[in-house]
């Protein structure tokens, strides 16, 4: 079986090593993608996010202890004088 023709050849990319290895000047960090996020949220979106931020920090420095004797919640503070 005869082999078919070469197909026309692509012309070749010139093959230059980089120089530049720092990120492109629209690369955001993720700091700066996080703030610019937030910039964008509505102002009820943004108290919503900073009530569930306060939850979740009184649920974190006072959490439920239970009781192994009775199995009744018990916070932590509640044992203090």
Do not use: F, V
Not at 6 to 17: G, L, M, N, V, W
Not at 46 to 72: F, H, M, T, V
């Amino acid at each position: 079986m005869p082999s078919d023709p070469p197909s026309p050849a692509r012309p070749q990319r010139p093959t230059h090593p980089r120089t530049q290895t720092t990120t492109p000047r629209s690369a955001l960090t993720p700091a700066q993608a996080i703030a610019q996020a937030w910039m964008c949220e509505s102002a009820e979106a943004q108290q919503k996010w900073r009530k569930a931020d306060a939850l979740a920090k009184e649920k974190y420095l006072n959490p439920i202890r239970w009781n192994p004797a009775g199995w009744s919640p018990e916070r932590k503070d509640k044992g203090k004088l």
